[in-house]
């Protein structure tokens, strides 16, 4: 199929008026069935024939492009966003970035939208496709102040088992199990012209007769994104708070600032690759037991993710590095100053727009500043201590009627330190509900 037929077709299907038009698939009975169902205002049945005309075994752009228009038009954003990101390696990658912009405005996130309209409003897009684009950021660009408010928000209930529950905020293991509850919070809004992003976050995990093991955190901040090169500048000041045992842990103010190139370092080795490097300061005041853990932090970061079909790929690391107080008595003294790198990598299959699965690993590196010294058997032993940290989960996701979505995940965690104390592992299985809005 030629790029102006394709076009004409995508077009058609998103001003609701579907042109028909032959097209060569194995599954063209489910693919016919599914414009039929669109003409006729049937957006779920037009899903089904699609996705089972994707799971006989066609990938051709016109599927692609009518299953994401679908998506895009039952709410499912998510879903939509993968399947238009399978295009950006073809020809009908202009396309894909006039979609890709629609996605992201109606996700509120109006940065993303503009800089995918401007990529398609380049001279290389077909005519149709730039006057398209241009009409968005028109329309982006004219809103005035006082109307441009984009939210969202996230909200998740699960509950779980914990069979070794940690003790302390230091990586030691209390030799306990038990049930939990967990319960989080999300939600963004953009304001102005600026697009200024105000954002808040809320958690808590409460453990049934442990409640010495009790957490709780809380996070409010501000974002200003700003054009810089050939990429995207996120400056964020957040501030948060800390529980753990319904005591005060730790009071943290950061300064961020993420980088979104639009055209990752990575592209010429990897071929549609999305990246980004930030980097933070935070200065961190410890609640009246935990006065160790007075004192900085500094962080970077870089990650890239990677569309692949109906399969996402995301590779992380980062480097933290602690100037704390540490603990020191009379006798004793225990750093709480770790440098760390952490290398993550996250895996995520797409089944239907209903059923995902995937996977996540990662594995830590700490090195601390400073012997510790502290009394064993009677002796004083002075040691330096390295932790080797490995973690792994596997989930599911099921949607539910309208945004709901039920979650499993089994999670487990094994640390490795060159101080026994610090020696320990730990299994969690989790179901729960989310919803996005």
């Avoid at 935070?282 to 890239?304: Q, V």
């Avoid at 100053?337 to 995520?348: D, G, K, Y």
């Avoid at 400073?370 to 989960?393: A, P």
Wanted: proline share 4%; with cysteine.
């Amino acid at each position: 199929m030629g790029f102006p037929r394709l076009a004409i077709l995508f077009i058609a299907l998103m001003t609701s008026a579907p042109m028909a038009m032959a097209v060569e698939v194995p599954a063209k009975s489910d693919f016919d069935a599914g414009v039929k169902a669109f003409r006729q205002g049937n957006l779920e049945e037009a899903r089904i024939f699609f996705e089972r005309a994707r799971a006989a075994g066609t990938n051709s752009p016109s599927l692609l492009y009518n299953l994401g228009v679908v998506y895009f038009r039952l709410g499912d954003l998510e879903s939509a966003e993968t399947v238009f990101l399978t295009l950006l390696e073809t020809p009908h990658a202009p396309l894909a970035y006039y979609n890709l912009g629609l996605v992201k405005q109606r996700m509120g996130k109006i940065g993303d939208a503009r800089r995918w309209f401007e990529r398609a409003a380049s001279p290389d897009s077909p005519e149709e496709v730039q006057t398209l684009a241009r009409q968005q950021l028109a329309d982006v660009t004219a809103q005035p102040s006082s109307n441009q408010r984009h939210g969202s928000g996230y909200l998740s209930v699960a509950g779980g088992y914990d069979d070794n529950i940690s003790g302390t905020p230091d990586d030691v293991s209390s030799d306990k199990e038990g049930g939990f509850a967990d319960a989080l919070a999300a939600g963004s809004v953009q304001l102005g012209m600026k697009e200024i992003s105000l954002h808040g976050v809320a958690f808590t995990r409460q453990y049934p007769g442990n409640s010495a093991f009790d957490n709780t955190y809380l996070s409010t901040g501000a974002s200003l994104p700003k054009e810089l090169g050939d990429g995207e500048l996120i400056s964020t000041l957040s501030l948060s708070a800390s529980w753990f045992g319904g005591d005060p842990l730790e009071r943290e103010a950061r300064v961020e600032m993420l980088y979104h190139p639009d055209r990752c370092v990575l592209a010429p080795v990897v071929s549609g690759v999305e990246c980004s490097v930030s980097g933070s300061v935070s200065t961190i005041d410890g609640g009246s037991d935990y006065s160790a853990y007075d004192g900085e932090m500094l962080r970077f970061r870089a990650s890239a993710d990677k569309a692949l079909g109906s399969w996402v790929l995301s590779g992380h690391y980062q480097l933290e590095d602690n100037h704390r107080r540490d603990l020191s008595t009379q006798q004793e003294f225990f750093s709480v100053s770790p440098i760390r790198n952490l290398v993550s990598a996250e895996v995520r299959h797409y089944v239907s727009s209903r059923f995902s699965f995937g996977g996540k690993a990662d594995v830590r590196y700490s090195r601390y500043k400073d012997d510790q010294r502290f009394v064993s058997n009677g002796t004083l032993v002075s040691e330096r201590r390295t932790d080797n940290r490995l973690r792994g989960s596997l989930l599911a996701e099921y949607r539910l009627a309208g945004e709901w979505m039920m979650l499993a995940e089994w999670s487990m965690l094994d640390n490795r330190s060159t101080i026994d104390r610090y020696d320990y592992s730990r299994r969690e299985v989790m179901l729960g509900f989310e919803t996005v809005f």
